[in-house]
């Protein structure tokens, strides 16, 4: 069973949402045999009122924290000067095994920094990544993305450690049977791109991977691969590219759609349809990235995440837990340390 | 007057989207003062045919090249071998002054190799780099990219002249007063990034540029930014991870409306919002992106453009022409070298 703590202080609208989203999974989870048990970290007096109000005071658990990181605070300033924030005392929680995993939608270079210091990497990992989850064709309908933007110059060693976590990633907690792994280039034959990615290549080929060689940003979206590597810089601005094209149809699409009465018309008998729409590419429904590498399970929500975002992320810490990924890297790596 | 030269086999439906355009831009400009002389460079025995039947073989002058090259040929080995090839003798055109410029919807590599090749680049121009426009927020309703695809590994010296050749651009021929230009980075603040894109930063700010910082990637679809610059592997992961989400959502929002009968009704009512969405952010309309710093005008249309695509390629040629971008590039990089 796993044991769930969530920052209580991170992101945009904490810790408002945090609150309903815990609200929502313990709805959700009621008669589930695999329920979640669930914390809060941080200021009680603060926290607690909002579980109250929520009507779910009894059934999360708070782990009192002193402390909260401004979203815009330095990650080095954060990680020496606030020993007591909710991030530091929720990384100690799971370091100690109080608790499984944290989940913050707090600053991501805080998050990222201080998960490291107090976590450590598993042996083998040079570097932790963030995991990013993209909307796609096909079954899965999913394609997993790292780094997307703890490290930039990642070498190809570090792209080569990122395809070992992500195919970990998606075989464990998604359940994708030996997922397509691809490097990100621009072009997909092998003589393109940069030395890093060539060499990235060559070394992800040796492995006991279903590796298919360089994809493209267009394969991100299709039936095509299942873990996408490439390093930080690169993954961010392909993620930040992808928030502002999906927002940029979105706004037109609205605002076309409202423009004249038949539109308007049209919309109504579309709700469905728009509906539906929605839910596929919303990035609430993809929110939760796994900061993979850490002795220990992170999962950072989106900062402007809503409730539905938020409880996303849980039920990615969630299936982290219950399918042992932590594990299950510790020995991937191993057995790459050993070849 | 500009005369424009077409490559009549570059592309994947070339000649036939090729003669099209070129109807298509000798009807637009039919009464215009500022007509463009229309030239396509090619097999006579394809192209004379094909230009008959579109009724324009009076109009549109053939220059003979007796060679193609394949979308996947290798560049280096077309540079050498093919010298009589369309885009050779196309670029050959160029530099000798018979023609304005080039446009061509073939192999990217070997365009860029050969016009580098043959045309030179202007002084201070170390590589010359590929604009990609997208749609954007704001009242130019674009955003200038570059360089999409052309360089990997550039250096913070290359992106300053990115951007000096960007601003040019968006002022010449896109006629923006004073461009925004910005840095990709994968943050707003300083401190972020690799340590080329923060020496790019400090030397773009020294320039007389309308310099604003770095910019993320959903910045590009916003009214924040005119010329956005950043290495070629990342400009291009971010073009072409465009592409992949407005294909994911277009695809997603036909199969929704068409699911049932009254999303099929609704989409009916509200077919002229959808017509007007589909022309905010049809790749066709922003189609046509200049090789910029080469000592003539090129024109790298997309591969599988259609006749509106290949047309607005063609049109992008005609503006940098009329708007004499060549000479203010000239002018901006000597007085750059002169600081």
């Not at 290549?201 to 493209?216: K, T």
């Not at 220990?296 to 299936?319: E, T």
Request: glycine share 10%.
């Amino acid at each position: 069973m796993s044991r769930i703590l969530v920052d209580g202080h991170g992101g945009d609208h904490a810790p408002g949402i945090v609150v309903e989203a815990l609200a929502a999974i313990h709805a959700e989870y009621a008669d589930a045999a695999n329920k979640p048990t669930l914390g809060i970290v941080g200021q009680t007096e603060i926290l607690l009122p909002a579980l109250q109000q929520a009507g779910i005071a009894d059934v999360v658990q708070i782990v009192p924290a002193s402390e909260t990181i401004g979203m815009s605070e330095s990650p080095a300033m954060a990680l020496r000067r606030k020993k007591d924030s909710s991030i530091h005392v929720g990384a100690r929680q799971v370091r100690d095994g109080e608790w499984d995993a944290l989940v913050s939608a707090g600053n991501t270079g805080a998050l990222m920094a201080i998960s490291k210091f107090i976590l450590k990497t598993i042996p083998g990992v040079d570097r932790p990544a963030i995991a990013s989850m993209l909307p796609a064709e096909g079954k899965s309908g999913k394609t997993l993305l790292l780094d997307a933007g703890a490290n930039v110059d990642s070498s190809s060693e570090h792209l080569t450690q990122f395809a070992i976590m992500g195919s970990c990633y998606m075989e464990a907690a998604e359940g994708i049977q030996s997922p397509r792994v691809g490097v990100l280039n621009i072009g997909s034959e092998d003589i393109k791109g940069t030395d890093v990615v060539k060499m990235a290549s060559a070394s992800i080929s040796d492995l006991d991977l279903n590796f298919i060689g360089n994809v493209e940003g267009t394969d991100l979206f299709l039936d095509n691969v299942d873990v996408v590597v490439c390093d930080g810089f690169v993954g961010n601005v392909a993620l930040k590219t992808m928030e502002g094209v999906a927002h940029f149809i979105i706004a037109n699409l609205k605002r076309e759609f409202t423009g004249s009465l038949s539109a308007r018309l049209g919309m109504l008998l579309a709700q469905n349809a728009l509906r539906k729409l929605k839910t596929r590419i919303d990035p609430s429904e993809y929110n939760g990235a796994p900061l993979l590498g850490l002795n220990g399970i992170v999962v950072k929500s989106h900062g402007s995440a809503d409730a539905l975002g938020f409880s996303r992320s849980i039920q990615v810490a969630h299936r982290e837990v219950e399918s042992n990924l932590k594990s299950r890297i510790v020995e991937s790596m191993n057995q790459w340390m050993e070849q």
